[in-house]
């Protein structure tokens, strides 16, 4: 078992081997570990490795909701399709598809993360669990790596 990796007190020069959390990523550097590790489950994944990629996502939805509306659409997932343009449905379609292509790997990056403050991944479960559940992914997500963590490790 690999040893623990505590978050840099600051200006990390290199960056840690893809099996380990990247404790202090920026963004590109998240955004890349995301892509690469596509459907892996097992590990751990910092905090900024998951917070990076959600603000990512979220501004690829408003980005893909601003070009559906202005192109005479109702917004990404509002309205009846047989009423937008052709350009909206091009956007929607992308959409569709950008969702399709991310949804596993956001999974598993969650996954991961719940990993790195020592919970199994199955606690994402709690998401199906209205309002309350998606609290208390936020404020796991939010907290701290715990040491114990590394049990996740290959």
Known sequence: MSSYTAPPAT???SEPPIDQPYYGAPIGAAVKRFFTKYATFSGRASRSEYW???LVVI???IVLNVLSLALGGSGIGQGDMSSMTAGA???T???SLWTLATIIPTLALAWRRLHDTNRSGAWYL???IPLIGSIILIVWFASAAKP????FDR
């Open 11 to 13: 200006g990390r020069s």
């Open 126 to 128: 709690l998401v199906l």
């Open 59 to 61: 501004i690829v939805s």
């Open 89 to 91: 449905t091009v956007i």
């Open 52 to 54: 990076w990629w959600t």
């Open 93 to 95: 379609v992308i959409a």
């Open 148 to 151: 114990e963590g590394q049990r």
